[in-house]
């Protein structure tokens, strides 16, 4: 262990309250991208308190809906690995995983 604090893989997907403060990303080549990696270009914009990748596409939980606004608004369209990344505000419907 490196000393650094592990961001847990929960981002409340079962609590609509939080869903303000949780980002979508899509296009994610995880074949080549880590959750470390997620959470190193993410972390920027606030505190994470939950990351979750699934194949093609992770969830980033943040602390406030403050910071969650403005990683979208810093990171959509960003290419990694080749792709062109699709990241968007969660919305009931889109963030049920």
Excluded: W
């Excluded at 262990?1 to 609590?15: I, L, R």
């Excluded at 939950?50 to 969650?68: D, L, M, P, T």
């Excluded at 968007?88 to 419907?93: E, G, H, Q, S, V």
């Amino acid at each position: 262990m490196t000393g650094k604090t592990q961001t847990s893989n929960v981002t409340n997907k079962n609590d609509p309250r939080s869903l303000n403060s949780r980002v979508f990303i899509g296009n994610l080549n995880t074949a080549v991208v880590t959750k470390a990696d997620i959470e190193a270009i993410f972390a920027k914009y606030g505190k994470i308190v939950g990351c979750s990748v699934h194949k093609g596409y992770a969830f980033v939980q943040y602390a406030s809906e403050r910071n969650a606004r403005a990683a979208v608004a810093g990171e959509n369209a960003r290419v990694i690995a080749g792709q062109s990344l699709v990241i968007l505000n969660c919305k009931p419907r889109l963030c049920v995983y």
